[in-house]
């Protein structure tokens, strides 16, 4: 069975954020997330679908959190989270975008931009 990968394109700012993310929308894959994973690559990163709320118990490197809703708008963005802590829930996000730390402010990303995703299937 392939796996899907997605791209996540911000058109309000003429940017992308993922060219090959995974998307965790197992109860199994949300929990693992990015567990593990040394480092990500440029265009790299996790969906998490459902999700409102992250930890980054046991990784190994801080990350960019976008909280975003069911109209794929950013509602919050939590720069540079580092390992060992516990986000604070954001009610209105229905899935989060976990990037490599740095990553938002690259894009440009800000709450209010609407992203588009477009599902792909893994090489």
Do not use: C
Not at 84 to 95: D, Q
């Amino acid at each position: 069975m392939q796996k899907k990968t997605v791209r996540i394109d911000n058109p309000s700012r003429h940017s992308t954020l993922l060219t090959q993310g995974r998307i965790a929308d197992s109860f199994w894959s949300r929990l693992r997330g990015l567990i593990g994973v040394r480092s990500l690559p440029p265009g790299g990163g996790l969906l998490i679908k459902p999700a409102n709320q992250v930890h980054t118990h046991f990784m190994a490197m801080a990350i960019d959190v976008l909280y975003v809703n069911a109209d794929n708008v950013v509602v919050d963005i939590e720069p540079a989270m580092p390992p060992w802590r516990i986000g604070r829930r954001r009610p209105t996000a229905h899935y989060v975008l976990e990037l490599p730390s740095g990553a938002a402010a690259r894009a440009g990303a800000a709450i209010g931009d609407r992203l588009t995703l477009s599902l792909q299937q893994a090489p």
